[in-house]
Each structure stands twice: as structure tokens, then as C-alpha cells.
């Protein structure tokens, strides 16, 4: 039955699990289930890139085919043993706004991440700074850069535009990894030799992005507006502000389809680059088979 409550034990958490017949996902009639059990095997994968880092979520509770909702602070109910941190409100410029505070919980275990995904957290957003162990937010420890077309150009425009920002962060000393958004575009990280403010770490991202809009202004925009991003690629800079958050690798989309922000090779993002079908957003059951046989993608680089 839909509305079936089951009780189930996770890492010695008891955990109330519902509506697991539900469809999350009504073009593929994937279900509540099927969302669980990609999050419990995508886990040990995922982990490690949540770990220490507060999480916004996107909930979609009647599935992607209804409304969602943004969620910061860990809403009312949330159990004792969820690890939260306390974050100062920032403003757009990351100072410290009228003292307000935002409580969000951090997923270091694989309970935690189940308790959210019952709640219909499909997407899993970070910051990229993590905190200490005093629960205090330290510096950026890596910079991400989105890349968004803008029609009709594509994922095999943000492909070509993806190899112009891989050499300008190379320039800096900087390896980036590719993730497929698992909704239009690519997003690039590459971590910081050392911990920066988001101020800085913000520049740095926005500096690429001007230069490439210079260098190639009929390909690549760094504006934000969108009616001048017809037919180009808009590189993102601002996520790298304090209060700024990127769908972290491994999470699932709220799409029509349950994709993933997938972690790519540069090989797949070359044949993207001159082939507009040689790379495609991935979907879950894909994800989990290529971690399988691949290992995770975006592991830091050794």
C-alpha cells in the first residue's frame, strides 16, 4: 500500500520510512523505493563529498511532476542524533547579517542521508567550504564553476566551452573535474592548493570567466543576464560565495527523469566536445553501474 509506514534499522538508527510505492519520478514511474535504495548504494560514493559540508535540500514531496520547495534549516522533527551546524545569515557580499543564523544539518552518515531522502530531498545542495570541528564554516576549499547554456546551445557547447576552462585553470596551477548537472549543463571543480575566503575564491572563479568571455564573447558569457545568453555558454562564478550552494555530485535531480549530477571523465567531455550525441546527463540506474566498474569520478586527485 502507498501509505505503508515500515520501520527499518540503519547503522542502528530506527528510522520510519513511508509511501514507498510513491512515484518520485512520473515519466519513468520511478519510485520513493527506488529513490532510497539508489541513495543507500550510492552512498559510500557520496559521502566523503558531503562530509563536513551543511546541506540545502529541494523536496519534492508528491514527486517532480508537483511543486517544490527550498529548505535550509533542519525542519521541525528533525531527530537528536542528525548532526546541524549554526551558520551566520550572510549578505551578498558574505558579511554577517543582523546576527540571524541558519541551522542546517550535515549528512556524515548514511541514516542522516536517509532521513532525507523519506523526506522527498531529492537534490542535496553545498557550499564549498566545510566546517570545523568547532562547527564554525572555515574558508572555500575548492571553486566550482557552472556552466549553463543558453539555447539552442547545449550540453555539446558546454563541452567545447569546458576545455577553454580547464586550460585557464590549468594556468593557475588548478586540476578541474567535470560533472554533468544532470539538468542542461556541466559543472567544473577544482580544489584550492589552500583554503581561501569566498571573497577571493569568488574572484578567482569570476576572473576565468571574464577572460573567456573576452577571448571568446560569441561562445561564452560571463553575464548574468539572461537575454544575452542566447546561444552561449554562461559561466557561473557567483556559486562560490559564502551563501551560495551547487548540487553536489552523486545527488539526484528534480527533472522529469531521475537524473544525477554526475561525475565525467575528460575523455567523455572531449567526445561531447565534437559530437553533440558523445555525451548525454546520465540517470541513476547509469550512475551505478559505471561507479561499479569505474570507482567514483571525482575522488580528489592523487
Known sequence: MAGEEVLVDVEGRTLRISNLDKVMYPATGTTKGEVLQYYARIAPTLLPHLADRAVTRIRWPHGTGGSSFFEKNAPSGTPSWVRTVSVPTTGSRGESRHGDRLVFPVVDDLATLTWLANLAALELHVHQWRVGRNGRPRNADRIVID????DPAGLHECCQVALLVRDRL?????????VTSGSKGLHLYATLPRRLPPAESTELAKQVAEELS??????????MTKARRGGKVFLDWSQN?????TITPYSLRGRDRPYVAAPVSWDEVEAGAEDPL???QLRLEEVLERVEERGDLFAEPR
Do not use: F, N, Q, Y
Not at 573576452?214 to 553575464?223: E, S, Y
Open 147 to 150: 556552466l549553463d547554456p543558453g
Open 170 to 178: 590549468a594556468e593557475r596551477g588548478l586540476e578541474a573535474r567535470p
Open 214 to 223: 573576452a577571448a571568446h564573447p560569441r561562445r561564452v558569457t560571463a553575464t
Open 241 to 245: 560565495a559564502g551563501s551560495k550552494t
Open 278 to 280: 558523445g555525451l548525454e
